[in-house]
T-cell receptor, first 115, second 115 residues
Framework: ETGVTQTPRHLVMGMTNKKSLKCEQH?????MYWYKQSAKKPLELMFV???????ENNSVPSRFSPECPNSSHLFLHLHTLQPEDSALYLC??????????????FGPGTRLTVL | AQKVTQAQTEISVVEKEDVTLDCVYE???????LFWYKQPPSGELVFLIR??????QNEISGRYSWNFQKSTSSFNFTITASQVVDSAVYFC????????????FGKGTRLHILP
């Protein structure tokens, strides 16, 4: 596979469930990102990882827990979510030392619905 | 305060017409980056352009052109001879150099190109 892939593409979960979103990049990049895109808000940066180290947590609630085991994989662990967390979750990656001022390559997103 | 404003929520034009998408930004930094991304119906954002604050030259890439005006804090995007495949949501974004790993997106402009 090429580019940035995300699984699953769609997820429906209850508020008491625990699930994980997966992102994988095949571009040899060093930085990876999670974004949230909801219907009524601008695209929001959630987390940034550079060389597997988290460099940004944009005031995200603790019910979202990221994990970056290596520079190619990024997870977003979800637990006790709220209906307002329903959104499209996008993963992205970039080259170099990271930093959002680099060109980012995005995955297709996971459409999450919390019931 | 909203840092990136895309005042046009939705635009519809007939194919082959030219269309300009507006972006106004707000920053106190002297060094920053501006971006345009395209989000087609498939979901993943596609990078179009990055411009740093010291380079005010306008840029043309095929049917796409960008007009960067620091005096008015604007970074407008024009599509010439629009095509149906240009239908998408277009996002303008700002990254300030002294705000490592922060990027702020506008709310996006949904562009419909009618056949």
């Amino acid at each position: 596979e090429t580019g940035v892939t995300q699984t699953p593409r769609h997820l429906v979960m209850g508020m008491t469930n625990k699930k994980s979103l997966k992102c994988e990049q095949h571009l040899g990049h060093n930085a990876m990102y999670w974004y949230k895109q909801s219907a009524k808000k601008p695209l929001e940066l959630m987390f940034v990882y550079n060389f597997k180290e988290q460099t940004e947590n944009n005031s995200v609630p603790s019910r979202f827990s990221p994990e970056c085991p290596n520079s190619s994989h990024l997870f977003l662990h979800l637990h006790t979510l709220q209906p307002e967390d329903s959104a499209l979750y996008l993963c992205a990656s970039s080259q170099g030392e990271g930093g959002v001022y680099n060109e980012q390559f995005f995955g297709p997103g996971t459409r999450l619905t919390v019931l | 305060a909203q840092k990136v404003t895309q005042a046009q929520t939705e635009i519809s034009v007939v194919e082959k017409e030219d269309v300009t998408l507006d972006c106004v930004y707000e920053t106190r930094d002297t060094t920053y980056y501006l971006f345009w991304y395209k989000q087609p119906p498939s979901g993943e954002l596609v990078f179009l352009i990055r411009r740093n604050s010291f380079d005010e030259q306008n840029e043309i890439s095929g049917r796409y052109s960008w007009n960067f005006q620091k005096s008015t804090s604007s970074f407008n995007f024009t599509i010439t001879a629009s095509q149906v495949v240009d239908s998408a949501v277009y996002f303008c974004a700002l990254s300030e150099m002294n705000r490592d790993d922060k990027i702020i997106f506008g709310k996006g402009t949904r562009l419909h190109i009618l056949p």
